[in-house]
């Protein structure tokens, strides 16, 4: 059973939050003052102090100054109704200290009295990765994951459609998972092999069937037998090499190069391209044929401007990941969530998992806090922007929501300049921006 | 200055909304776990009347504002 103190001036506060506590099978005291926390520490022993930042008698600081004395203090969360006061405690913040702002549930509680050492563990838990791949909850993903957990029932061909970045591969690779196939995924390039070694590459070549083939080697198709092989950037290969490939698609048979002896494949083939579909044809990138044998099952992931609302936690599966790598401890604001969503992330899941760890290796790994650049952008954000970002599918207020911070950031946050410049009276974009939530950022 | 004025009315205004809001938020716990018959009846009970109190004074707070 955990032993709390909890220290709060509000007699209702403390009712109820004892029942809550209780119910978590916690022995609760209750101290109303400093000067009766005190008392109680000085007669018993805690493993766990709630207080008040602010109580009659003077700040709940001067208790985590007195119990370092302890020889082992108990861990102290600190209760905040004031968002200002949030941000001075959220940099007192260590592995024994933590904070909960009002209004408090019976979850954040638990977090802070159950995961108060072992907050990765905590937000490693809160991920969930679909197919143990995929992170995303919004509605295009949700449509993702059904049309996944149909097709990997069958033994379809399936040819993923989506921009670079997007995470195709772990789309392929979530089919993958999610099938009952016996045999390995693998996956391979199209568009990094060499002309002349994309049959010795697919197909596997005989020892001495080419200068340089001092060995005998099994190519892709072989090595998925009875899995997956996936063949990224399938647009990339050479007109002239795809008739090989349509041949193996309809025999389901190989012969390795320089061998004579025809080979039984079984195995589901995923591929993958970042042109949009309507290029194929015009761009004579694919033989029709091939498209039809490949694209039983199309497939589209969507890219990441159109799911800003999984930034959230996309960002906080990379930093997590980053933080078991590394053993450190950053975390992500709401605030810096609110700016990665006003970007357009023209590379997409990609360009946003590298942008975090840019900004992880230039923080300051004892404050925590990560630092991300003054300005998200790459060489080819700038033509993508410039097509615009209005989708059809979004509604009015998201639209609305994203100009003004746009607006916001080209006036570097002056907010009578930005209302000017959207044609709107200074009260009514306070009205909007307090509407989003952002007027407690304002220091009310 | 009346701008001013206005201003930390309203953040002192907000800062004192939260008191009964977080009770709102923690007594509808309470009232969840009566629910599931973690906690007796009555006790549910009791928190959901807390919460129509307490939304009573977040009402007030929130009037005060307009009034002059």
């Given at each position: 059973m955990l032993t709390v103190l909890l220290v709060d001036d509000d007699p209702e506060f403390t009712h109820i939050a004892c029942l809550l506590l209780e119910h978590m099978d916690c022995d609760v005291k209750v101290a109303s003052t400093l000067a009766e926390a005190r008392k109680w520490l000085s007669s018993l022993t805690f493993d766990h102090i709630l207080i008040d930042f602010m109580l009659p008698d003077g700040s709940g600081m001067h208790v985590v100054d007195e119990i370092t004395?302890?020889?082992s203090p108990p861990k102290v969360t600190f209760i905040t109704g004031h968002p200002a006061i949030k941000s001075i405690i959220a940099d007192l913040c260590d592995d024994n200290t933590n904070y909960l702002v009002k209004p408090i549930d019976k979850d954040s509680l638990s977090r802070v009295l159950g995961n108060n050492n072992n907050n990765v563990a905590a937000c490693e838990n809160a991920i969930n990765k679909h197919f143990g791949s995929l992170v995303g909850e919004t509605e295009a993903m949700q449509h993702l994951y059904q049309q996944i957990e149909r097709v990997a029932n069958t033994k379809a061909n399936v040819m993923i459609f989506g921009e670079?970045?997007?995470g195709k591969e772990l789309v392929a690779q979530a089919i993958h998972n999610q099938s009952?196939?016996?045999?390995a995924f693998v996956a391979t390039n199209c568009g990094a092999i060499a002309k002349d070694l994309i049959s010795s590459e697919l197909f596997g070549h005989e020892k001495?069937?080419?200068?340089?083939?001092i060995s005998r080697k099994i190519g892709v198709f072989e090595q998925a037998n009875n899995g997956t092989l996936f063949l990224d950037?399938?647009?990339?290969?050479p007109l002239e090499q795809q008739p090989s490939l349509l041949r193996v698609l309809e025999s389901k048979k190989l012969t390795r190069v320089g061998g004579t002896q025809s080979i039984s494949v079984n195995c589901r083939v995923i591929s993958a391209t970042n042109k949009p579909v309507d290029d194929i044809a015009t761009d004579n990138v694919l033989r029709e044929d091939i498209y039809f044998r490949l694209a039983v099952f199309p497939l589209t992931v969507p890219p990441l401007r159109q799911r800003k609302q999984d930034i959230q936690l996309l960002a906080d599966a990379f930093i997590h990941e980053y933080n078991i790598e590394n053993a450190t401890k950053y975390a992500i604001s709401d605030k810096q969530i609110r700016l990665l969503q006003?970007?357009?992330?023209?590379?997409?899941v990609r360009e946003l998992r590298h942008v975090l760890y840019r900004a992880a290796i230039m923080s300051d790994p004892y404050d925590h806090t990560l630092l991300l650049p003054m300005q998200i952008g790459s060489p080819f954000s700038k033509t993508t922007q410039n097509g615009g970002t209005?989708?059809?599918?979004?509604?009015i207020d998201d639209v609305e929501k994203e100009l003004i911070y746009a607006t916001l950031s080209k006036v570097s946050g002056n907010k009578t300049a930005a209302a000017s410049m959207l044609g709107i009276s200074t009260k009514t974009l306070y009205n909007r921006l307090h509407a989003y939530g952002d007027f407690e950022d304002e220091g009310a | 200055m009346i701008h001013n004025n206005k201003k930390q009315r309203l953040e002192d205004t907000i800062h004192d909304i939260r008191s009964p809001l977080n009770n709102i938020s923690m007594h509808a716990e309470i009232a969840k776990l009566a629910l599931n018959n973690e906690l007796p009846a009555e006790q549910g009970r009791a928190s959901l009347e807390a919460i129509i109190a307490n939304c009573k004074t977040c009402s007030e707070l929130l009037q005060a504002l307009v009034e002059p």
């Open positions: 004395a302890i020889s670079s970045g997007v009952s196939a016996s045999g001495g069937a080419f200068t340089g083939a950037e399938l647009t990339e290969m006003e970007y357009d992330w023209p590379g997409n209005i989708e059809a599918g979004r509604t | -």
